[in-house]
Each structure stands twice: as C-alpha cells, then as structure tokens.
C-alpha cells in the first residue's frame, strides 16, 4: 500500500462552487457556508485510490470517445480541467490496463511526460503526468484494453433482440478507472461532457443530460452539469429505444423489452414524488431507467440520471420495484452526499434501503414495506451468521486496505445499515429524524461525507447533549462493534404471519394445493419458500411444485430461492430451468448461492463445473471474479 496520506475536506468543495456557478447566480451564502466548512476538518486517505487530490485535482472532464464493437475497445481523449493546487510538476491519475498514448498540455496541445507506477492487482497502476504550476487543462490520449472490467460486451446472441451488439459500463466501486483514466476516489467530483462515436444502428446513453433517439452520424454529445464521483461515470451502447412514463421520468430498453419495462415501471413518477416529500427536491432534473441485458451483474446502479437495471425484475406484477425505490433513493444518499472512501460504504447503502423502504411505505403502505423489511432482517442474520458475529467486517465502519473493495459489499452495510437509521428513528420519532435526514442531505449536498463527518452531525444536531438519548442510540454498538447489540429490535411483518400459518399447515402434512396463497405477492413467496426445510422428501417437492408451479415461475427471486431447494435435495425435475437460468442471467446475487449449492457435494460440483464453463461467457467481469474463486 501507498504512504499514509491525508487530504482536506476543502478539495471537495470547489466541486459545489463549480455547482453553484452553474445553477445559481447568487452564490455568496454557499461560498460562505464552503469556507467555513473547508476549514472544518479533513477527509481520512481513500487507501483505494493512487490520486492525490491535495495537490492536484479534476474538476471538470470533456471526454471525447469511440466505441469500437470489432477490437472491443473504447479509444480518444481525456480533457480536465485542472486545479493545481500545490503549484507543483505532477498531477495523478488511476488507470488499470490502460494503453496511456500521449499526454498533453493546456490548449494548444503541448505534449508533456507522464509515466506509469507499479501494477497491482485491485488498484491498477497509477499516472504520473508532469504539469507546471499554472496548468490548467490536460487532455490524456488513450484506449482501453479488451478485458477492461468495466465493460462488458455482448454478441447479438445475448440480447433481446439478438441482431445487434451490445455494451455497457459498471464503475463502482473501483473500475471506472479500467475505462477512463481518472482520480478514481468517491470524495473527488467533476462536471462532464462527453461525446461519443458509436456505430450507426446503435444509441449511446450516458450518466447525463441523453439523447432520446438515434441519428445519422453515430455521434453523440452528454454533458453532466452537476458535480459527480468517478464510480458513476456510465456508458451504455446498444439498439435501444426511449420511452416516456411521467414528467420527469422515462425508460430506455431494447425495443423487444419497453414493453414490458413501461408496464412493470409504470409508478416510477410516483416514486419520485414520494421521494421529495421526504427528503426534499430531486436534483438530478430527470430520473430514467435503462434496462440492460440479463447479463448485468447486478439488481441495480444508480448512474445519476439513468439508474442501470437488471431484467430480472420484470416479474410481469410490478412486485420487484422496490430496486427501482433504491436506486433512485441513491439519488439523494450517495450521488448528493457520497461516501468519502469504500469503508464509509454503510453511509451509501445503510441510508438508501431505510431511505427505500420508506418510499416503499409512502407507496403501498406499512405492511408491505414491513415484509421488505422482515426479509432484510433475515438476509443480515444470514451475513453475520456467514461472517462470523465477532467479524470485523461486521461492523458498519469497515477496513478494507489492502482488499478489493467489493469485499465490503455484503449487508452488513445494507441492513445493519438501514437497521441503526430505523433504531435512531425509534428513539427520536419520525417527524424529528426527518428533519433531521433532511438538513444532513442540505448541508453536505454534492460533498463527500464520512463515519466521523456523519456522527458529528447526528451529535451536534440531533443528540445535543441529551445523555439519556446517546446512550439509547449507542454509536459505539451500533457503528465500530461486531454484530448487533443485544437489545436491538427485529423487524417483523403481520403478513408474514399469516404466511407461516399456512407454512405450519403445510409442514404438518396438508397439501400445498389447499393453502390459499391467493393474493400472495412475490414477498410472501420468498418468505414462505425461505422456510421450507433444507431436507425435504421428493413428495414434499413435487407436491409444492405441482400446487405453486416454482420450477416455472416467471419471478426471478422465487425462482432463484427455489433453486436452492431443488439442489439441496436432488430434485432433477428442476435441472434443466436451473441450467437456463444460469447460462440466461449473470446477476451475482443469484449466481453466488446457487452455485454454492451445487458445489456442497461431489456430484453438484461436476455440475457446476460443468454450467460454468458454458455460461462463464455470458458473465460480467464482476461475476467471474466471485465465481472463478468459488469454484476453482
Ligand atoms: N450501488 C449498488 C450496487 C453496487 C455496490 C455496485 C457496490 C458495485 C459496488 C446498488 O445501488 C445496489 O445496491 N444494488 C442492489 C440492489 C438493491 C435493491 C439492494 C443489487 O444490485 O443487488
Ligand atoms: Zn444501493
């Protein structure tokens, strides 16, 4: 690992200067409120990124890219615009499997030095770019290699259209650097403008303002007026349509999947409407939807104006949609007030699914997000127990030098997270927390946050002194200690009660067919399915696939829990629509427990094996990273 370095929470601030200057012609009460702040204190190092913003930073990107289908390549420049803060003869970069061609200063295009750093295996190599004090734009000339981890392109064959290729990006945490090279911490922001060349039958959609329809020339321009981090630079290239679905929001998809797409997310506006009646106005101006092949590797991500999604939430009944309330939850925590560093992760995960749920609330009602909330619980004592409950990476705050950040992905942060937000809420009311949540997303808006910057705030504005109150809260449990305090409280759900009735009933011998399951949504299924015992006969099985018709269900999270199941007792009625899935969908968070399943016994694992080796094609770079050191 690199030195220790420190550097100053101020190097975020120009960013919302930047912000301001765009969106405000008054802007002497921010500026004020900056300085104050910059002088506030300073950010812990971001032991994941080779930059060093304390002497040299972005604050603006002009990308001008070509995507090039035949050698899988993104090729062109990187302009910035540059704060040299130190006045020194460098500035830093991170890059991974970049091919840096040539570096250049200022306007009139003066070729400068750079060099390359030492390679390692999560961070890539750093760019050392020589500069002078009065630098103020630099353009980096470069290509992306094949295997870029960021990218992911598809064949016709893995679309829905099967005609034409298909690309796209995913950044977070740290591999936004395998395609742009860029100061790839989450406490840095830049503003950008892209244009970008791509074949002609195809759309590019960006992170940004987009374009709603192809053109002639393949050449399309993106700007991005707010400030953002690295980890949500977006890029997406394919045959793709727009569709609208309320004033503000709209969907971009195949053409073969906006149907589906407009129907299952027909309440996207509505969400938005929720969500500002909560935590104040959406600053993005639109929120679209882009649905990616089944191949994307994750539910979700939160490109700021055009979330990523998985198909696999086109569940047909609009009973997956809580991922879309997350994502677009993101909107205020994490892509306005973003975790400072990966070991901050909690503040971007933890506050979005309390944030979720609660548009969910605002949306269906208490006993719906109740179940999301039950289910949560569940997915967290599952992690612990996986973990080990005196794991430090149970903890909230986490410690991820030296490890590929993607190992603090796990729900510790997600619903440990959301857990201490709804604990806090309990002892202080709602109306107070709001309020509360609401000044927090004002004051640090556009600025990266920390553990430390976040419980200074809950101190000063919220526990005040109150001793009774803090003790109550217990930072100390709840953030920097394994596991969960004792006394905390477990969510439950009414309707999950009357689902372990009918679950009792069943165990003790009625048939699955005489369970009135009627209104069941896919929340129901999964508890009732997540209940069944590990070991059942193979009448059980066929009884409750005869009755509810698993092995076929159109529900992805069913269907994945079912899985289970099916391997954990050898019901071989289920092979094949597991084999289908599993060379059909590359979203990790389905893959990782069935493939575990298979590979618990000898036979299961030749199985595996056996799948993989077809299906590994079709996965993104973030899956096979999990999955070829699960099953080597
Ligand atoms: N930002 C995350 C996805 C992510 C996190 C990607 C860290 C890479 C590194 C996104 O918001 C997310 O949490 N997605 C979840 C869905 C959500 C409903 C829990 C997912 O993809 O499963
Ligand atoms: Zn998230």
């Known amino acids: 690992m690199k030195p220790y370095k420190k550097f100053l929470l101020g190097l975020g601030m120009a960013g919302s200067l930047h912000l301001t200057a765009c969106t405000s012609q008054n802007t002497t009460e921010t500026e004020t409120m900056n300085t104050a702040q910059q002088a506030q204190g300073q950010l812990p190092e971001d032991v994941h990124s080779y930059a060093e913003p304390a002497k040299a930073v972005a604050r603006h990107l002009d990308l001008e890219i070509a995507v090039n289908f035949d050698t899988k390549t993104i090729s062109g420049k990187a302009t910035y615009d540059i704060e040299n803060l130190a006045k020194g003869n460098e500035i830093v970069f991170d890059t991974r499997g970049l091919n840096i061609e040539k570096v250049f200063l200022g306007d009139n295009r003066e070729e400068t030095t750079f060099r390359l750093g030492d390679s390692d295996k999560y961070l890539g190599q750093p760019l050392y770019v020589t500069i002078k004090p009065e630098t103020k734009r630099l353009t980096i000339q470069y290509k992306t290699s094949p295997d870029a981890a960021a990218l992911q392109w598809l064949n016709p064959q893995q679309t829905a259209g099967k005609k034409h290729p298909f690309m796209f990006t995913q950044s977070q945490a740290i591999l936004a650097r395998t395609w742009i090279p860029i100061q790839d911490s989450p406490g840095v922001r830049i503003t950008y403008n892209a244009r970008v060349q791509v074949p002609k039958e195809l759309l590019a959609v960006m992170s940004a303002e987009n374009p709603v329809q192809k053109n002639e020339s393949g050449v399309y321009t993106f700007q991005m007026k707010q400030p953002i981090p690295s980890y949500l630079m977006a890029l997406s290239v394919g045959d793709l349509v727009f569709r609208e679905v309320g004033q503000q929001t709209g969907i971009y998809a195949e053409p073969e999947t906006i149907e589906a797409a407009a129907y299952e997310f027909a309440e996207m506006d509505k969400m938005l409407v929720a969500a500002e009646k909560i935590y104040g106005k959406y600053r993005w101006d639109r929120y679209d939807l882009l649905v990616l092949p089944p191949s994307f590797p994750f539910g979700g991500m939160e490109n700021p104006r055009l979330t990523f999604v998985t198909p696999t939430v086109l569940a047909k009944d609009r009973s997956l949609t809580s991922l879309i309330a997350h994502e677009l939850a993101h909107s205020w925590s994490g892509n306005l007030v973003t975790n400072a560093t990966w070991d901050d992760f909690w503040l971007n995960e933890g506050f979005t699914v309390y944030f979720e749920r609660r548009i969910m609330e605002e949306l269906y009602g208490r006993s719906y997000a109740d179940m999301l909330a039950e289910l949560g619980y569940q997915d967290l004592q599952n992690t612990i127990a996986d973990l080990g409950a005196t794991s430090p990476d149970t903890r909230l705050k986490l410690d991820l ?153 159109g529900n992805s999270e069913v269907l994945a829990a079912w899985f289970i199941h099916a391997i954990n007792n050898n019901y071989i009625t289920a092979d094949k629509a597991l084999e289908t899935f599993l060379t059909n969908v590359g979203r990790r968070k389905f893959l990782v427990p069935i493939y575990k399943a298979l590979a618990a016994t000898p036979e299961g694992k030749k199985k595996a094996l056996a799948i993989y080796a077809k299906a590994r094609p079709n996965y993104h770079a973030v899956s096979t990273v999990t999955l070829d050191e699960m099953l080597k």
């Open 401 to 553: 030098d030296g490890r590929d950040p993607d190992e603090g992905l796990t729900d510790i942060a997600y619903e440990k997270g959301n857990l201490f937000l709804r604990h806090i809420e309990m002892a202080v009311g709602r109306e107070r927390f709001d309020e509360f949540l609401n000044k927090y997303f004002n004051t640090f808006a556009f600025q990266p946050t920390d553990t430390d910057k976040f419980l200074n705030f809950l101190r000063t504005e919220l526990i005040k002194g109150d001793e009774v109150l803090a003790e109550k809260i217990n930072i100390e449990g709840w953030v920097f200690s394994p596991g969960l305090p004792a006394n905390h409280v477990k969510p439950t759900s009414e309707r999950f009660a009357q689902v372990e009735k009918l679950f009792s009933d069943w165990k003790n011998g009625k048939p699955a067919a005489q369970l009135n399951t009627k209104d069941w949504s896919s929340h129901e299924w999964l508890h009732f399915i997540r209940m069944l015992p590990e070991q059942m006969s193979p009448q059980q099985m066929q009884d409750l696939d005869k009755a509810f018709n698993f092995t076929n269900s």
